[in-house]
Nanobody, 115 residues
Framework: QVQVEESGGGLVQPGGSLRLSCTYS????????LNWWRQTPGNERELVAR?????TSDYGASVVGRFTISRDGNTVYLHMSSLKPEDTAVYYC???????????WGQGTQVTVSS
């Protein structure tokens, strides 16, 4: 059974930093891929960042240089800095195991960047 859960969202001022967590099942030692997405009502879902086994990663043009991914055990972190109001969104992680096709999604966590 694969379970994925995001946490760490909240309210932060422009220019501030926030760290999101994506925790997945302990049985998933080495996933095939894990992606971070974000979505605002009325907009398309935007790919923020993606990583493969935590060793390679890339980032969307709107966040490159400000967001980074790291991993500790069965948690993947999205480190966000120099936050802007336009970063406000619900952030989701999606995980693809090595053992099966398809993606498992978390419930999302709200990030609000505002003064």
């Amino acid at each position: 059974q694969v379970q994925v859960e995001e946490s760490g969202g909240g309210l932060v001022q422009p220019g501030g930093s926030l760290r999101l967590s994506c925790t997945y099942s302990e049985s998933i030692f080495s996933f095939y891929a894990l992606n971070w997405w974000r979505q605002t009502p009325g907009n398309e879902r935007e790919l923020v960042a993606r990583t493969t086994t935590g060793t390679t990663s890339d980032y969307g043009a709107s966040v490159v240089g400000r967001f980074t991914i790291s991993r500790d055990g069965n948690t993947v972190y999205l480190h966000m800095s120099s936050l802007k109001p336009e970063d406000t969104a619900v952030y989701y992680c999606a995980l693809r195991p090595r053992s099966e096709d398809g993606w498992y999604w978390g419930q999302g966590t709200q990030v609000t960047v505002s003064s």
